[in-house]
Nanobody, 128 residues
Framework: QVRLQESGGGLVQAGGSLTLSCVAS????????MGWFRRAPGKEREFVAAAVWSLDITYYADAVKDRFTILRDNTKNMVSLQMNSLKPDDTAVYYC?????????????????????WGQGTQVTVSS
């Protein structure tokens, strides 16, 4: 059973930075993508960023483009999310997720339905 463990959340002032990490364990094959989603208070969970596991291809939501960077470390089965210029609107629980292997990936990188495994989430709070 794949297990995803996030770390790195916390409280930061607006304009500050945080880096989230997610380590995967229990894999029997590589995913097509690993990604990050977030759920702000009172809102639906939304896509933040994703990285193709075997290629240098990344995707970002418009709201975080140019501020967040997703990085993968295949040797450590890890993906991180570097978050800069944080805003109060970035306050949310951030979830790490990964898809099934490439043969089962349909291309909808921003859809929750594409992701088979999820972490429990880590809280990020940005104060104004």
């Amino acid at each position: 059973q794949v297990r995803l463990q996030e770390s790195g959340g916390g409280l930061v002032q607006a304009g500050g930075s945080l880096t989230l990490s997610c380590v995967a364990s229990g894999r029997t094959s590589s995913p097509a993508l690993m990604g990050w989603f977030r759920r702000a208070p009172g809102k639906e969970r939304e896509f933040v960023a994703a990285a193709v596991w075997s290629l240098d291809i990344t995707y970002y939501a418009d709201a975080v483009k140019d501020r967040f960077t997703i990085l993968r470390d295949n040797t450590k089965n890890m993906v991180s999310l570097q978050m800069n210029s944080l805003k109060p609107d970035d306050t949310a629980v951030y979830y790490c997720a990964e898809t099934a292997p490439l043969g089962y990936y349909s291309g909808s990188y921003s859809s929750e339905n594409e992701y088979d495994h999820w972490g429990q989430g880590t809280q990020v709070t940005v104060s104004s």
